[in-house]
C-alpha cells in the first residue's frame, strides 16, 4: 500500500504515561472502532502458518499485523523477506519507534522484543521471557495495554506456552483471542496450552484464520472493554524497556521462594487468571512450562559439574593408589577403595543425566 493513501493512527513519537492512559481512554469509548490490531504469535511450524494467512489477505486489507516468531538470537532472520513474499501486503521488519499504518505486516527480529506503544513500534532488547527474546507474551500485552478491544490475539503452532499470558491480556482488555485448531498445527502445545488457560473466542485450521481476519477487522467493536484497572500490564510492559526495578515488584505480586534461572534473583508470582507466572526484578520472565525447563537446564548443568568433579575425584585416588602401590603401602588398598566408591557415585549420575526425568 502506497504511503500517500494510508492513514496513520495516532500521534506517532508520543508515549507518555497521560498519553497511554487518554489513548486506552478514546479506544474505550470509541465504539465505531475495528478489530484492526492484529497481533501473531508463532514458534516452531509457524512460520509457514503465518505465511498461509498473510498469502489469503488482500491488499486492501485495512488492519495492522504484528508478527512474533520465535528465532535464535544468533540467526539472521528472513522472516520478513518469506511472508513478504507470499502476501499482498508491505511486509518490514521493523526498527524502534517506527509508525503503526493500516495495511502493513511488522516482523519481528532475532534477540529484540516487539512491543506496541500508541502509533508506534518499539523494539528493544529486554529481558527474556519465556527463555524467549522475541517472546510472544509482550507483544500481546503491550497490544493489550494501547489498543484493548481493537486488539485481535492469534496463536500458531509451536511448543511451550509463549502467547498464553498474553492472550489472558488480550482478553481482559475486551480484545478477540484466536488459535490454529491444535489438529491442524504442526507444533500443537502452543494452540493447546492457550486453549486450557484462557477464554479463547476461535479455534480454527489456519487456513479458515485469514476471513475470520477480514471479518473481524470490518466489524464494529460495539462494546467497549476496559483494561484500565489493569496498572499490571503497564508495569509489565515498562519492564520489557528494562523502566522498572524491585520497588515495582510488590505491584505485580507476592514474593515466591523460587530464583530466576537466567540472573540469580528472587522471583515473584503473578496470577494471570488461571495462569501462574513468575518474574524476578531484572525483568526475566517465566511461565509454568518455560520455568520448568529452565530449572531443568539449571540441574543437568549442576549435574554435569557434579560428574566432572566425581570423575577427577575417582582418577586422583586410582592414581594415588597405583603411586602407592609401587611403594608396596598399605595406602593403596584404602586409595582403591575410595575409587571405587567414587566410580560408584559417577554411575549414579550417569544414570540420572541418561534417563532420569530432572
Ligand atoms: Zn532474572
Known amino acids: ?128 521471557e519465556n527463555r524467549h527474546r522475541p517472546a510472544i507474551d509482550p507483544l500481546f500485552r503491550s497490544a493489550a495495554w494501547t489498543y484493548g478491544p481493537r486488539v485481535v490475539g492469534l496463536v500458531l503452532s509451536g511448543s511451550g506456552d509463549d502467547g498464553a499470558a498474553g492472550l489472558w491480556a488480550i482478553k481482559t482488555c475486551g480484545g478477540t483471542t484466536v488459535v490454529q485448531d491444535p489438529a491442524d498445527a504442526a507444533h500443537p502445545s502452543m494452540p493447546e496450552n492457550a486453549l486450557m488457560y484462557d477464554q479463547i473466542d476461535y479455534s480454527l485450521p489456519v487456513q479458515q484464520i485469514a476471513p475470520l481476519l477480514i471479518r473481524l477487522s470490518t466489524r464494529s467493536i460495539g462494546v467497549a472493554g476496559d483494561c484500565r484497572w489493569r496498572q499490571s500490564l503497564k508495569t509489565e510492559n515498562e519492564f520489557d524497556t528494562m523502566s522498572r ?66 570423575e577427577e575425584k575417582a582418577t586422583l585416588l586410582r592414581k594415588l593408589s597405583q603411586v602407592w602401590r609401587d611403594r608396596q603401602s598399605r595406602l593403596a588398598v584404602d586409595y582403591e577403595a575410595k575409587a571405587n566408591a567414587m566410580e560408584q557415585s559417577a554411575q549414579v549420575l550417569r544414570k540420572l543425566l541418561v534417563g532420569g526425568e530432572i
Open 245 to 310: 526495578d524491585i520497588a515495582d515488584m510488590d505491584s505485580l505480586g507476592k514474593l515466591s521462594p523460587f530464583t530466576c534461572p537466567s540472573c540469580r534473583g528472587a522471583l515473584w508470582e503473578l496470577s494471570d487468571g488461571k495462569l501462574l507466572r513468575y518474574r524476578c526484578h531484572t525483568g526475566h520472565a517465566f511461565s509454568e512450562s518455560s520455568l520448568r525447563a529452565a530449572q531443568s537446564t539449571a540441574i543437568e548443568d549442576s549435574l554435569y559439574s557434579a560428574l566432572r568433579a566425581v
Open 1 to 128: 500500500m502506497a504511503e500517500s493513501t494510508t492513514r496513520q493512527r495516532g500521534s506517532e513519537g508520543v508515549s507518555s504515561e497521560a498519553e497511554g492512559v487518554s489513548r486506552a481512554k478514546q479506544s474505550d469509548r470509541d465504539v465505531s472502532a475495528r478489530s484492526d490490531i492484529v497481533v501473531i504469535g508463532a514458534s516452531a511450524g509457524g512460520l509457514e502458518a503465518v505465511k498461509v494467512i498473510l498469502s489469503a489477505l488482500p491488499s486492501t486489507f485495512s488492519g495492522s499485523i504484528f508478527v512474533v516468531i520465535h528465532v535464535a538470537a544468533e540467526r539472521h532472520s528472513i522472516a520478513a523477506k518469506i511472508l513478504g513474499r507470499a502476501s499482498d501486503l508491505e511486509v518490514t521488519a521493523p526498527v524502534d519507534k517506527t509508525p503503526v499504518v493500516p495495511g502493513r505486516v511488522y516482523v519481528s527480529s532475532p534477540d529484540r522484543h516487539m512491543l506496541l506503544e500508541p502509533g508506534r513500534i518499539r523494539i528493544v532488547r529486554g529481558p527474556k
